[in-house]
């Protein structure tokens, strides 16, 4: 049985509880599910170093996907000793960043280092593919991967048993939170993102009836089949809004983003959200991300009917 984990805030892109890592004790050492991005490192060190554990000694690190802000410090971890977990399709890439950092610089230009920071190289003898419904044991503790593509291929959400509980860490397949809400939000980005297969993850974990949900973006959820389903509403309801912004022949670019942003914003604020936690946490940037995320999934259905 997995002990209760420490969640540290990375305080990603300055923001409380936009971004955690897990923290768990084993037989002689500790284990991590999630690196963060390397732009959080130091924060993430100082939260270990805090709860007296010395980060060097990680033994493992356990991650959802490699996009930057779960992945990105994977490889000083892996520098420093420990083995990191992953799907098999981000192996390679955790060896060989190259790609995944020239398309981010692509898109962030001078302010990569500030918002995530380019991904190190991981030592290919230290990164294990793991393959769904594969149980990792490590210094006592155990971890089983679910496979749960739609945000990316190569995502996997990772169940344990805490206190008796089943948990599940799930990444970005059950979407992201604003603080002090149940308000669920999503990252649909490109190049992967696809909503019958993010659906069809959300039928898996909703098919394991867990007694808890823990959030990389952010916090412990105690009704996971709630949050699941409004997962789903959310998705639905993203996924349409922003393809009707998108066939809209009278918008360009920047209109495009600014009628999301509105959008999101109403339905936001008709949730509870006051206007500064919206303007905080959903910003433009996340909303040209999904702007992509979708026009590619649509160019893609549009080609495979050619």
Not at 58 to 85: M, P, Q, R, S
Not at 175 to 188: A, E, K, Y
Request: proline letters at 5%; charged letters at 20%; glycine letters at 8%.
């Amino acid at each position: 049985m997995t002990s209760t984990p420490i969640s540290i805030d990375l305080q990603y892109n300055g923001l409380r509880e936009a971004a955690a890592s897990f923290v768990f004790k084993g037989d002689t050492g500790h284990v991590l599910i999630e690196s963060g991005p390397l732009a959080t490192l130091e924060t993430l060190k100082a939260g270990l170093v805090e709860h007296g554990i010395d980060p060097t000694s990680i033994k493992a690190v356990f991650l959802t996907h490699i996009h930057l802000d779960h992945g990105g410090a994977a490889g000083w971890f892996a520098e420093n000793g420990a083995d990191i977990y992953v799907h098999p399709f981000g192996v390679d890439h955790l060896v060989d960043p190259t790609r995944i950092n020239e398309s981010a610089r692509r898109i962030y230009g001078t302010h990569l280092a500030e918002v995530f920071g380019e991904m190190l190289p991981c030592p290919r003898a230290k990164v294990h593919a793991v393959a769904h419904s594969e149980t990792i044991s490590v210094d006592g503790l155990e971890f089983t991967a679910i496979e749960t593509p739609g945000h990316a291929r190569h995502h996997h959400a990772w169940s344990t048993v805490i206190n008796g509980r089943q948990c599940c860490f799930t990444g970005d397949v059950a979407g992201m939170r604003i603080p002090g809400t149940s308000w669920v939000t999503l990252p649909l980005a490109p190049p992967e993102f696809d909503p019958a297969i993010w659906g069809q993850s959300l039928d898996r974990l909703e098919a394991f009836d867990f007694d808890e949900l823990q959030l990389t973006h952010f916090g412990t959820v105690e009704n996971p089949q709630d949050h699941l389903a409004a997962t789903r509403k959310q998705l639905a309801w993203e996924t349409r809004m922003v393809t009707e912004i998108l066939d809209d022949p009278s918008l360009d670019h920047e209109a495009r983003k600014i009628a999301y942003l509105d959008a999101l914003h109403a339905r936001a604020t008709a949730h509870g959200i006051s206007q500064a936690d919206c303007d905080a946490y959903l910003s433009a940037g996340m909303v040209d991300m999904n702007l992509g995320g979708v026009q590619r999934h649509l160019n893609q259905l549009r080609k495979a009917s050619d």
